[in-house]
């Protein structure tokens, strides 16, 4: 009898019950206790619709991330936050995200990165040479209890030391790899009382296994797994989002009860690991998308997992190729959807049911779920013939791309030249990078417009007032180049994939990006091509309120990409060139319309680095070609700039460089600078705006602290080509928070300007 288990689950809830929780704590409308509550109903309901699977996951919910969860468990605080009163909550939310709710003592947040390949963020563990690890239980026990007395069959879920260590980062310089025997004795105590509590199986979450491991990495796994296992519980070594490529022989080596490997993404190397996996060792396979929304092939599934069954018995396991945490919740609540589209869908709550399907299948014969299978193949039938997903004339178009289109005209000193004359910026230009703050009544009227209670009239006229509204306080704090707010867009995917041919759109379809920020990726079923003009009325008209320039917002085709639930029945490269081409038609019209500088946001771009570097010379050639075919039409007046937020780029800054951006503004405020570093040893040759001012927390950062930045940014880049920005959009944020730190922020670039000290 094959076992049905799930990795992890949504823990926003359907409704975005935890962000609304969350944020409610965070204005002092909402006690500890009563958010603590409202996450146990979460978790309640969670469970609930993971009933009937052999064992359900337990400890991957977190109020904020699961990684910071870990690092308390492990009493791996920042010194910073320990030293602050208040609750244990207290100071995991200073860490999260700088303060808590009524505390006015600033704190900085712990820096923030990609988890993996995933838009989900996590928080960075921090090392030094004297980090030393105490075991703090509660969580994970408490929710093992208040499973248990749920009548849950309980599998908790932890994040294995390699992986922890891998995470995080070093802040003295020092060996974090020589922490891992501080850090197993914590692992070993915390496996024990689990053992007491009666557990039989825990879930370690060591995806670093699909990574290019170092021969040091390597020998420190099996010494890692020999120091865990005979603990009185059994492990479940869990590797996802790749195939184990040269780890295959150690992960199914180590002295661990069964391996769980992804056989969606490491499909072609099941063969081998079956033919390797060690008797008695049970084999976990995660045969449905845990990434993506579309249904699974059940019968094909089936096709894969009958022989294993024959041959491995109740050793085979079946799952989601990894936590279901990247996917939406239900989409029975999508009752206004497309429903040919919807047919061809399966969210969280779908994939369970999938799970449980072929569960029934291997335990009972393809007969007892005949007409389930029937269904599925009808859909999945339908989906292929489907006039609406391929365009021939997007097909003749993207035959038509010459090689010149991706290139400038001329090279950046010849252009920057051009820019000075036009625009006549002082040194250290300000800018932000697009958002500006999305208020309630902004939200209202964009309800009530797509409710159908605002007329078209009276939407553009409220849209129009805001966007007054921000040019005026730009022009007042003195900025140098201008944006317009982005007002009128819910999301910087969503809103251009609502003017494209190809996309479909959920209501209730979000995923946790961090904390209580979550994002609804659209859904690219079919051949992508524009509508029309997306953004250039609401630009011109910001350009008419003011003499400064204005810049054309735009997202970039990667990303576009990257944050949408894209369709898996071509290559990604291929639906990413149909993005480009459509960016490409708004970039020509917003500078036939005299908009000078255009901002097309790549801050996915690196995420979508695939996990082994052998494979990332393909990916980045692809993703940079399809950039420079969006943004390389232009006249050399024309400047473009590009945003990446939140992600390692040093090891990728040759293909940012081969972008040829005029300028790029990147996340650096969280880690000091510290992404700077590689320019000592490479020469980007454009213009950079290093981030200043980290919006993802609420602090109001002084004057002195980003000139401090600058000066460490003035050490790696000539003044005549840095910028003066924050790190990302400032969306999420307050006009209160927002005008005091873009003051600040003014205050510092005025300082750099007429200062000569260099921090070196």
């Known amino acids: 009898m094959a076992y049905t288990h799930n990795l992890g689950y949504p823990r926003v809830g359907a409704r975005r019950e935890l962000k609304a929780a969350l944020e409610a704590h965070w204005k002092g409308q909402l006690s500890a206790f009563d958010l603590e509550e409202a996450a146990r109903e979460i978790r309640t309901a969670n469970w609930r619709r993971q009933s009937g699977l052999d064992l359900v996951p337990v400890g991957d919910f977190s109020l904020y991330d699961q990684v910071l969860d870990m690092s308390f468990a492990l009493g791996n605080v920042p010194e910073r936050a320990e030293a602050c009163q208040g609750t244990v909550l207290d100071r995991y939310f200073r860490v999260a995200r700088g303060r808590t709710a009524g505390d006015a003592a600033g704190v900085a947040a712990g820096e923030m990165t990609k988890w993996f390949d995933t838009n989900y963020h996590y928080i960075v563990p921090e090392f030094t040479s004297g980090t030393e690890f105490t075991l703090h239980p509660q969580r994970i026990l408490e929710q093992v209890d208040e499973a248990r007395d749920a009548g849950v069959s309980a599998k908790p879920v932890l994040i294995g030391p390699m992986t922890y ?7 003295d310089g020092s060996d974090k790899w ?7 004795p914590v692992y070993v105590e915390l496996l024990g009382l689990l053992a007491g509590r009666g557990v039989g199986w825990v879930q370690m979450d060591e995806p670093v296994l699909v990574t290019d491991l170092e021969p040091r990495q ?6 890692a797994y020999a120091a865990l296992s005979g603990r009185g519980v059994r492990l479940l070594l869990t590797t996802f989002f790749g195939g184990l490529g040269e780890n295959l022989d150690l992960a199914l080596g180590l002295p661990v009860d069964g391996v769980h490997v992804d056989a969606v993404r490491g499909r072609e190397e099941l063969p081998a690991v079956v033919d390797r996996l060690p008797k008695g060792k049970v084999l976990s396979v995660g045969i449905i998308d845990g990434r993506n929304i579309w249904k699974t092939d059940l019968a094909a599934a089936l096709d894969v997992l009958e022989p294993l069954d024959a041959r491995l018995g109740d050793r085979l396991w079946i799952a989601p190729s990894c936590s279901l945490l990247h996917v939406p919740v239900d ?14 869908l399966a969210f969280a709550a779908q994939k369970l049911d999938e799970l449980r399907l072929l569960g029934r299948a291997l335990d009972r014969g393809r007969a007892a779920v005949a007409g389930e299978l029937a269904a599925n193949a ?3 039938a339908g989906r ?3 006039t609406r997903v391929h365009d021939p004339i997007v097909k003749a178009r993207l035959d038509a791309i010459e090689p010149s289109w991706g290139n400038r005209r001329s090279p950046y000193p010849v252009r920057s030249a051009l820019h000075r004359r036009r625009f006549g910026l002082p040194l250290y230009p300000t800018t932000t990078i697009g958002s500006f703050p999305q208020t309630a009544e902004i939200r209202t009227a964009r309800r009530q417009y797509r409710a159908g209670e605002l007329k078209r009239e009276a939407y553009v006229q409220a849209m129009q007032d805001q966007i007054r509204r921000v040019v005026s306080a730009q022009e007042d704090l003195g900025l140098d180049v201008l944006v317009h707010g982005e007002a009128e867009r819910n999301d910087m995917v969503e809103y251009f994939g609502e003017q494209l041919r190809g996309y479909v759109f959920s209501g209730f379809g979000w995923v946790q990006s961090y904390g209580s920020r979550c994002v609804k990726p659209p859904i690219i079923f079919g051949d992508i091509s524009r509508l029309g003009p997306m953004t250039v009325e609401w630009i011109t008209f910001a350009q008419s309120l003011t003499d400064k320039p204005m810049k054309g917002m735009l ?3 990667v990303t576009i990409l990257n944050w949408s639930f894209v369709r898996d029945d071509q290559p990604r490269s291929r639906t990413c060139l149909q993005l480009a081409l459509a960016v490409r038609d708004e970039v020509l019209d917003l500078e036939k319309a005299g908009i000078g500088i255009i901002q097309i946001d790549e801050a996915a ?4 680095l695939p996990l082994r570097t052998s494979q990332w010379r393909e990916y980045l050639d692809w993703a940079v070609g399809a950039y420079r075919i969006a943004a390389n039409g232009v006249r050399d007046e024309t400047q473009i700039h590009t945003h990446m937020c939140y992600s390692e780029f040093n090891d990728i800054i040759a293909a940012i460089a081969d972008m040829d951006a005029d300028v790029i503004t990147i996340e650096t405020s969280r880690s000091g600078m510290e992404l700077l570093d590689v320019f000592d040893s490479f020469s980007y040759p454009n213009e950079i705006g290093p981030g200043v001012y980290d919006i993802h927390s609420p602090n109001v950062p002084e004057a002195q602290a980003m000139v401090d930045l600058l000066r460490k940014a003035a050490r790696h880049i000539p003044p005549e080509r840095l910028w003066v920005n924050p790190d990302c959009g400032l969306k999420t944020r307050q006009w209160g928070e927002v005008l005091p730190s873009l003051s600040a922020m003014v205050a510092a670039a005025k300082t750099m300007r007429t200062s000569t000290v260099i921090d070196v």
């Open 378 to 380: 009808k859909a999945l």
């Open 331 to 344: 989409l029975d609540l999508e009752t206004d959807m497309d429903g040919e589209i919807r047919s061809w």
């Open 384 to 386: 292929r013939s489907s």
């Open 605 to 608: 771009l690196r995420e979508g």
């Open 218 to 223: 390597r020998d420190m796994f099996a010494g």
């Open 178 to 184: 020589g922490l891992l025997d501080r850090l197993l």
């Open 165 to 171: 260590l891998w995470l995080g980062k070093e802040k």
């Open 555 to 557: 997202t970039g085709p």
